[in-house]
């Protein structure tokens, strides 16, 4: 099995999977904080800078299957040792994401946003339960949008542009009917109840079974993908 030979692949481009989140990360966050200086005294500063690595996990997923499947393929690495060898790099990487965040969210609580009333890391909610409760929100939502980008980019190496367009067009007129629907029988209440009567967590967990679908669905598309 080549899933090694895969991992390697990886782990030599360090500057897409480590540098480039953790500098943009620390670099909004080190800006955010020199403001919070200059502010007046008193006034607490929420940002959502930290999503930025959640958001950057669903780039990396979309953009993985083009930089890298023709290569894998090219060097004779079987197609399902590099779908495990791309599980096993995604979630080791989004597990030492999400211990770093629920460290530095344990800092910023503990240091009163870092002595200048910052809220980069840590949010009401969301880290409202256990550490443990905490690491798992981050890495299941890590790996959920991780996953969500690698069966875009499965799909696309699979069924081409066209196919794409095609499956983009379907979604947003399955979203909009859905939306209609909800309108049409005034159901956002009872929406808003079920997320405002359930833990970040619980909802967390909500997300497993569809990344295991993600993921399930990107194997068999790359199983039938051209190079």
């Given at each position: 099995m080549n899933i090694q030979s895969v991992l390697k692949m990886y782990s030599q481009d360090k500057l897409t999977w480590f540098l480039i989140p953790n500098?943009?990360?620390?670099s909004v966050f080190l800006f955010t904080l020199l403001?919070?200086?200059?502010?007046?005294?008193?006034e607490q500063i929420y940002t959502g800078?930290?999503?930025?690595?959640?958001f950057y996990m669903l780039i990396i997923g979309i953009t993985v299957v083009k930089q890298t499947f023709p290569y894998a393929i090219g060097m004779s690495i079987r197609r399902t040792d590099y779908f495990l060898g791309t599980v096993a790099m995604s979630v080791a990487t989004n597990i030492l994401f999400g211990i770093l965040l629920v460290?530095?969210?344990?800092?910023?609580?503990?240091?009163?946003?870092w002595g200048g009333r910052v809220h980069f890391f840590h949010f009401p909610y969301l880290?409202?339960?256990?550490?443990?409760?905490?690491?798992?929100?981050?890495?299941?939502?890590?790996?959920?949008?991780?996953?969500?980008?690698?069966?875009?980019?499965?799909?696309?190496?699979?069924f081409g542009g066209k196919g794409l367009?095609?499956?983009?067009?379907?979604?947003?007129?399955?979203?909009?009917?859905?939306?209609?629907?909800?309108?049409?029988?005034?159901?956002?209440?009872?929406?808003?109840?079920?997320f405002a009567t359930h833990t970040a967590i619980q909802i967390a967990y909500t997300l497993i079974l569809p990344t295991l679908l993600f993921i399930g669905l990107s194997y068999l598309m790359l199983r039938k993908a051209t190079v």
């Open positions: 500098i943009i990360l620390f403001v919070s200086i200059l502010i007046s005294a008193g800078g930290a999503s930025y690595i959640f460290i530095l969210s344990f800092i910023e609580n503990a240091t009163n946003g880290n409202d339960g256990t550490l443990f409760e905490q690491l798992m929100i981050y890495i299941i939502v890590l790996i959920h949008l991780f996953f969500l980008g690698f069966l875009i980019s499965s799909f696309t190496r699979r367009l095609i499956a983009a067009i379907s979604l947003l007129l399955i979203i909009s009917a859905a939306l209609l629907l909800v309108n049409y029988y005034g159901a956002w209440i009872n929406i808003f109840n079920w």
